[in-house]
């Protein structure tokens, strides 16, 4: 999924948001909601370490869906990504934007657990609860109101880091709590219920892992997990929810072998040991199902890459790959650990054949890319740049690549300009503007560049001088 950043119409500092509050939510035009959501998603890039691991983007991304197209607003659109974090967390930014904390995903004991937060985050968008949780934000121009939805969010997913450019507002304000109020999360739950079922996941697992939430945090008083703070789950919220659920048929909802793999590779990125993991995965690697023992067996080869054991890892892996040739997850890792030992000529190999198997698959096609870079093939890697479709060019990592490859060719004037959309999407605004000056220093600069150069400038400045009202109110 592509995010179109920096293509809008029309100067978002233009534009002073209405009223949010208002449920029906025709004060807030589906353009601006995409705008705001945008704007949000890159305040937040800067402030949290959100994975850009492409598989856990695209798994996230795929069980979202899948859940959002049987909500009750299927049309709407929305982009899941995965904080990388201990703590249990999900919230709901502006314009469908859903984060969920690794941790979350790691304490769910089944997929439908995991489902059920999903589809319960999913209904406070469709249900437009957000809008009245984030009243702070009303009536403030566009990027204001994206920056102080995100300082709430980062507030409360860690106090310690809510601090950066928007601490002045932070301060000042008196509303940075996300308020959900208790008819909120009791719709949350009723619509979130129906999406789950529609799903096919069992509808049960959400009074269940709530519960689990709840007792969890008896245990552990004030580190209870956030989720708790920002959803309050009561105990009669839990009995509901449970005999709503209780009237649906009953219905098994087997884990699928992504959702193993994923949780496997998250432990990996988590904060314990290669050691410690390694005895971790060979602890399981005989319990369970074959397909259980197989994501096992992938976390071990992570952990052996985490260890700088390529050699061990590989092997695993292309046994792995030969057990089960369909999983893309075991030829990526093999493509990846082969890139990273500097084997690019096989890592080439790799990413060719995932490539042809998946044209679609917008995250090969960048990791390939990356790959030619590193090789210092940047022709090849400018020319398969420059196919990609305009749909999927809005991508930090995409800029990214660009800049790199003019990099190579020595082609300054490009490099800083590509490195300011970079900075742009990825919520760091003044590095982009500083990018764009040294673009208009740098050799090899033209009048149809200086024409961009000049337009970019401007529009980066007016966002800075919007928050900077923001930080005087
Ligand atoms: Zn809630």
């Known amino acids: 999924l592509a995010l179109s950043v920096s293509s809008l119409a029309?100067?978002?500092?233009?534009?002073?948001?209405?009223?949010?509050?208002?449920?029906?939510?025709?004060?807030?035009?589906?353009?601006?909601?995409?705008?705001?959501?945008?704007?949000?998603?890159r305040n937040i890039q800067s402030q949290l370490p959100i994975s850009n691991d492409p598989?856990?983007?695209?798994?996230?991304?795929?069980?979202?869906?899948?859940?959002?197209?049987?909500?009750?607003?299927?049309?709407?659109?929305?982009?899941?990504?995965?904080?990388?974090?201990?703590?249990?967390?999900?919230f709901a930014g502006p314009?469908?934007?859903?984060?969920?904390?690794?941790?979350?995903?790691?304490?769910?004991?089944?997929?439908?657990?995991?489902?059920?937060?999903?589809a319960h985050e999913i209904a406070h968008v469709t249900q437009?609860?957000?809008?009245?949780?984030?009243?702070?934000?009303?009536?403030?121009?566009?990027?204001?109101?994206?920056?102080?939805?995100?300082?709430?969010?980062?507030?409360?997913?860690?106090?310690?880091?809510g601090i950066g450019a928007v601490s002045a507002i932070q301060a000042g304000s008196a509303q940075m709590q996300i308020n959900f109020t208790r008819d909120n999360e009791q719709e949350a739950d009723r619509v979130g219920l129906q999406s789950l079922a529609r799903a096919n996941f069992d509808p049960r697992s959400m009074p269940a892992f709530?519960?689990?939430?709840?007792?969890?945090?008896?245990?552990?008083?004030?580190?209870?997990?956030?989720?708790?703070?920002?959803?309050?789950?009561?105990?009669?919220?839990?009995?509901?929810t449970r005999g709503r659920a209780e009237t649906y048929p009953y219905r098994q909802s087997a884990d699928s072998q992504m959702y193993r793999l994923i949780k496997a590779k998250l432990r990996t990125l988590g904060p314990s040991s290669a050691d410690d993991l390694i005895v971790f995965f060979e602890k399981r690697l005989s319990i369970g199902?074959?397909?259980?023992?197989?994501?096992?067996?992938?976390?071990?080869?992570?952990?052996?890459?985490?260890?700088?054991?390529?050699?061990?890892?590989?092997?695993?892996?292309?046994?792995?790959?030969?057990?089960?040739?369909?999983?893309?997850?075991?030829?990526?890792?093999?493509?990846?650990?082969?890139?990273?030992?500097?084997?690019?000529?096989?890592?080439d190999s790799y990413y060719q054949s995932?490539?042809?198997?998946?044209?679609?698959?917008?995250?090969?096609?960048?990791?390939?890319i990356?790959?030619?870079?590193?090789?210092?093939?940047?022709?090849?890697?400018?020319?398969?740049?420059?196919?990609?479709?305009?749909?999927?060019?809005?991508?930090?990592?995409?800029?990214?690549?660009?800049?790199?490859?003019?990099?190579?060719?020595?082609?300054?004037?490009?490099l800083h300009r590509y490195m300011a959309e970079y900075y742009y999407v990825t919520g760091q605004t003044s590095t982009a503007i500083m990018q764009i000056k040294l673009a208009q220093q740098a050799k090899g600069n033209n009048f149809y560049l200086a024409a961009i150069l000049e337009d970019r400038l401007q529009f980066f400045k007016a966002e800075i001088t919007a928050l900077k009202h923001l930080e005087n109110l």
């Open 210 to 240: 709530f519960e689990k939430l709840q007792q969890a945090s008896r245990y552990y008083g004030t580190g209870a997990p956030e989720f708790l703070r920002t959803h309050p789950i009561t105990s009669s919220r839990i009995a509901d």
């Open 10 to 41: 029309y100067s978002a500092n233009d534009i002073k948001l209405p009223d949010m509050g208002d449920s029906t939510g025709t004060l807030i035009s589906p353009l601006q909601e995409k705008a705001l959501g945008e704007s949000f998603f």
């Open 95 to 118: 314009g469908g934007f859903i984060g969920i904390n690794s941790g979350l995903i790691l304490n769910s004991e089944s997929e439908s657990e995991l489902a059920s937060v999903i």
């Open 128 to 161: 437009r609860h957000i809008y009245r949780a984030y009243e702070a934000a009303n009536r403030m121009t566009l990027p204001a109101a994206a920056a102080m939805i995100a300082a709430i969010i980062v507030a409360t997913q860690a106090p310690e880091m």
């Open 55 to 90: 598989d856990i983007q695209q798994y996230i991304q795929s069980i979202g869906q899948h859940i959002a197209s049987h909500s009750d607003n299927p049309q709407q659109a929305f982009y899941f990504f995965v904080v990388l974090s201990q703590d249990i967390n999900a």
């Open 354 to 368: 995932l490539q042809t198997d998946y044209p679609e698959n917008q995250s090969f096609k960048r990791e390939g």
């Open 289 to 347: 199902t074959q397909k259980q023992r197989e994501a096992m067996q992938y976390g071990l080869a992570l952990s052996y890459a985490k260890k700088q054991n390529t050699e061990q890892a590989s092997t695993l892996l292309k046994k792995l790959h030969q057990s089960d040739p369909q999983q893309t997850l075991y030829l990526s890792s093999l493509a990846r650990i082969s890139s990273l030992n500097g084997d690019f000529t096989v890592a």
């Open 370 to 414: 990356a790959n030619l870079i590193k090789a210092k093939k940047a022709q090849r890697a400018l020319q398969q740049l420059k196919a990609i479709p305009y749909a999927f060019q809005h991508h930090s990592q995409y800029y990214l690549l660009l800049a790199q490859s003019y990099g190579l060719l020595k082609k300054t004037a490009y």
